[in-house]
């Protein structure tokens, strides 16, 4: 794996993007850019990672990009991937099939965009799907999406969420498709790597990067990296990879699933944020963070469970 | 038709479609099973895995997803292919609209169905029809030649307006009717229809260009005002690759508006579709009853043929629209709306009246069609017939 030194020189999203000071999607998509090289395609859907592009004829970014309907992500990408490979065959382009990705938000890829998602991981159809997962619909003013969390304030959901997210990482791992991963902001070497591992494996991928959203969770921007990290140490965001169903642990994640640490106290990560107000000063704050531990444990004792599986 | 008999083959209109599509040699098929259009997809599906036809077929989860596929896959630079039918056209509307602002020449075959609810199986026009503002070219079959032919026809025009153009035709009356047709040699189609070579596409090889901004108001004012402006222009692209077409086969199939005994005729009959035959057995039988009836049956829906009518319909005519759908809230049917529209302002004598029929698969016999041309004339204008 190349050190952080070694990375390439290749900016995928120019300086003077229209995101907001310290995205986190743009942070990671910078850090994608570099792992997947020039040879790639982007696909997008309605998110705020469209709205960094800036306005036409200008653009961000510097690869070629579609940004097709809301429901679309999956087959999209399948099916440029698809007339690529297709077009080489009949020997159109020469060179490597370049490699096309999905660059969606946890809207397109849990809500609206599931279930074309859902079906391209079922035809193992040759893409790299990635979900920057910043628990609500910032784009269009934040919103609940499937990835809030439990008792996360919204504007639909004013006083609270009242369920929890979709553990969507795991579904698509019982897709049975070849690489499913877990990363974070916190940790871009770590996404690097597994970028780089996904782009040499054939078949289906998915990657979702934990992205706090400043604005959507009300903190300071220049907390952005800090609040990634205490999401990680709280177990609130669990850091693993699947590869062929071998299924490892990375950073914090890997320390508290071996038993030699202990989460940070989940209090420490809400309170460092403004849309768990109403939880933290709830007369059944107690009850509630009690049960916002136990969903949290019961998903780090899940994927456990199935890591240890050999089916 | 200038048929040679001896290729002549006894098939399916979903059959002629597949073989068209076949040589037309697409790259990516992407399509949802729905009566009456699924043995379309299931022959092209087969003609992949057989190694007949270098394509890569993607058995997608739902309408939506076959659209956006040959939307993105054009995108991509592929010639692509869909088909669909009824509540499938409705579930792709949304990508439609995408499609044609995208100005991507896909071509999509719809086997016409009503729609839901209640729901049914059966022919009528309201699935394409009602789609008719999303910017797609829309081409109408008569019989199973004119199936085979358009396919053709469709690629050629949407690839040279690079606007999206859809085939349309009657579900069971011609998706599941054996009718002699003539299939295309595959040299004339190769002639005819080479490979895409796009301008512009997704591949890095084309450059790193994006498809993705907020476009504002100025700049998208103007793409749709090109799409609007092109999309009247798309009519001589249809009208001069059908003679092309045309020549080559000598089919003669290839016409904006397919004119029957209409040189002499007091009365005319506008109609779509299979049931344009019905509307020419409905003439021959007006005419025996002493009525100078003709028939003028639309084939290019979209754009809308207004001068062809202008041409077709003399002053001092009388216009009688049978539509296969409804244009609701108006009293009639949406050709009788077009054709209103076209003929406001050039021509001061000519009637026109109409009526919605053979709705939700309701059988057209020649003679009850000629009964309901004769009471449309009577409670429209009351003429002694």
Redesign the interface.
Known sequence: MAGIKEWSDYELSLPGNAACGGCPSTMALRTVGKALG????M??TPSCA??S???????A?????????F??A???????V??????H??G??EGEV?TVFNWTGDGGTYDIGL??L??AA??N?NILHFCYNNEAYSNTGIQRSGATMQFAQTTTTPGGKPNPKKNLAQIMLEHRVPYVATASIADLQDLYRKVEKAKAIQGFKYIEIHAPCFTAWKFAAADTVEIARLAVKSGAWLLWEANEDVITFQGATKQIAEGKKEPEALEEYLSAQGRFNKLLKSPDREENLAQLKADLARELALIKHRAAFKG | MGINTNRTKLDTGNNACAEAVKLAAP??I?AYPITPQTSVSEKLASYVDEGVL???Y?????E??AI??????S????RTFTATSSQGILYMN??LH?TAGGRLPVVLVNVNRAINAPWCLYVDHQDSASQRDTGWLQLYAGDNQEIHDYVLLAYRTAEEAMIPTMVCYDGFLLSHSMLPYEPIEEEIARKYLPDRDPDWC???????????????AF?YSEFRKRLAQESALALDVIKDRGAELDALTGHNVCSHVKPYRNEDADYLIVSMGSMGVEAEMSADILRNQGIKAGSLRVRTFRPFPAETFVELIPEGTSVIVLDRNYAYGTGGGIILQELKEALYGRKVSVRIAGTSIGVGGMELPAQHMADTVKDVILSAWNDKI
């Open positions: 020039e040879n790639a395609v696909i997008m469209v709205a592009i800036g306005l036409l004829p200008k653009s970014y510097d690869i070629p990009t579609l940004n097709i309907c429901a679309g999956g087959v999209s990408a399948s099916a440029v698809n007339a690529f490979e297709i077009a065959e009949k159109r382009f370049p279930q074309s859902s079906a079922e035809r159809d | 790259d990516i992407a270098h394509a890569r993607i058995p997608v989860e739902s939506h997803s956006s596929a040959v939307a993105a896959a995108a991509a630079g592929a949304e990508i995408y997704l591949h890095p090889a084309y450059g790193r260009k994006t498809f993705a901004q907020v476009t504002p700049e």
